[in-house]
Each structure stands twice: as structure tokens, then as C-alpha cells.
């Protein structure tokens, strides 16, 4: 069984630029959420998608957006860069709109 | 709104000794409950949940963890630390709402230095 893969691994912007982070999906999961962890800090929901549409969104402004595709991979575009969105990128699947996620290994953006 | 403390920032302790990492929840309802790793630089790996039932909860690598109900509490405890365990231990509580979703609240996390 494949587990959560994301890419890419590192990425650096500048701020006022777009970024688009991709995630494939555990084989079989059709939840998706994303997370972003800044440096020494836990990581914060920032929306999940079930069935390719957005149900469930963190405090998170609507410059951050997301898509869910028909065979469950999903991406995280984030537009007008700021230097706080300098983080690491976490997408989780799970098999429904529940418990026991399985994470990726993160994207790493730096925005200068 | 739910939410979980982790009150020990950082813990070192030698190889072979005991470990029992803290964390306190809040959260209205019967919570579900979760312990991740991290390694620096990846991601979060699961090491045990709790969703019902039996309140000592098995995980991986020999990690357990205890539900209390009463104190609020789902503590991380590992009879004998070894060094490959050093990390960063993560505490979450999940919730639903809005009838479908569901999110992961976690602590801020707690640092695990193992000393030889």
C-alpha cells in the first residue's frame, strides 16, 4: 500500500508570488486535509476536502485554496505570499471523513 | 473549541531509562486522541489513537499511552527509551463538525533528547 506523498520537498518564493503544493493520497482515501507547521510550533488544520469540495476550513484567509481530484490527489495554492506562510506544508488522507490520517513528509516553503 | 497542552517543552533522558511524555486535552465531548513523531525535516508519523474503549492504548515501537477521562489527560509512556526515539512527540485531539469535517487539534510539542 502506497502511503501520502507530496512534492515538492523544498521550495522558495518570493513574497507577493503563488505557490502550488501537490499531494498523491494513500491508496483508497478519500479525505484529504492540510496542514501547515511553522518552525518550533505544532501543526494547524487549515482546510480539508471530501469528495473533491471543501468541507471543513481552519483560520486561514481565503488566499489559501485547495482542489481535491476525482482519484484523490489534491493541492494547496497559496497566492500573495507573505514571509509568515514560511512553513512546512503537511497533507494527511484518511480512508473517510474521520480518524487515523496518515501523513506526508511535507513541503518545506521558505518565502523571502 | 478543543484543545491540548503539552507541558514539557523539552525532556532529555539516558538510554534504557523510562519516559512518559504529558499532555492534557480539552474538548466537550468523548475525544478521540493522538500521538505523532516527528523527525527533523518529515513528517509526522502515528504512534498510537484512541478512539474507545480500553483506555491503555498500544502503539509502534513499543509506545503506550493512557486515557484518563477524569484528569483530562492521554499520557505517552515507553518502558525503556532508546536513542533512535530522540525526536519531536506530538499530542492532537480530533474533532467533528459541521456535520462532515473533522480536524486535528495539536499541542506545541515536546522534545525528546536521548543521552547515551
Known amino acids: 500500500e502506497t502511503g501520502v506523498t507530496q512534492s515538492p520537498t523544498h521550495l522558495i518564493k518570493t513574497r507577493g508570488q503563488q505557490v502550488t503544493l501537490r499531494c498523491s493520497s494513500q491508496?483508497?482515501?478519500?479525505?484529504v486535509s492540510w496542514y501547515q507547521q511553522a518552525l518550533g510550533q505544532g501543526p494547524q488544520f487549515i482546510f480539508q476536502?471530501?469528495?473533491?469540495?471543501?468541507?471543513g476550513r481552519g483560520n486561514f484567509p481565503p488566499r489559501f485554496s485547495g482542489l481535491q481530484f476525482p482519484n484523490y490527489s489534491s493541492e494547496l495554492n497559496v497566492n500573495a505570499l507573505e514571509l509568515d506562510d514560511s512553513a512546512l506544508y503537511l497533507c494527511?488522507?484518511?480512508?473517510?471523513?474521520?480518524?487515523?490520517?496518515?501523513f506526508g513528509s511535507g513541503t518545506r516553503l521558505t518565502v523571502v | 473549541a478543543q484543545s491540548v497542552t503539552q507541558p514539557d517543552i523539552h525532556i532529555t533522558v539516558s538510554e534504557g531509562a523510562s519516559l512518559e511524555l504529558r499532555c492534557n486535552y480539552s474538548?466537550?465531548?468523548?475525544?478521540?486522541l493522538f500521538w505523532y513523531v516527528q523527525s527533523p525535516g518529515q513528517g509526522l508519523q502515528l504512534l498510537l489513537k484512541?478512539?474507545?474503549?480500553?483506555?491503555l492504548v498500544q502503539g509502534i515501537k513499543g509506545f503506550e499511552a493512557e486515557f484518563k477521562r477524569s484528569q483530562s489527560s492521554f499520557n505517552l509512556r515507553k518502558p525503556s527509551v532508546h536513542w533512535s526515539d530522540a525526536a519531536e512527540y506530538f499530542c492532537?485531539?480530533?474533532?467533528?463538525?459541521?456535520?462532515?469535517?473533522?480536524?486535528?487539534?495539536f499541542g506545541t510539542g515536546t522534545r525528546l533528547q536521548v543521552t547515551l
Open positions: 494527511a488522507s484518511s480512508l473517510v471523513t474521520g480518524y487515523g490520517y496518515t
Open positions: 474538548y466537550g465531548a468523548t475525544p478521540y
Open positions: 491508496s483508497g482515501h478519500n479525505t
Open positions: 484512541y478512539f474507545s474503549g480500553d483506555t
Open positions: 476536502y471530501y469528495r473533491e469540495e471543501e468541507n
Open positions: 492532537a485531539v480530533g474533532a467533528e463538525y459541521a456535520g462532515t469535517a473533522s480536524k486535528l487539534t
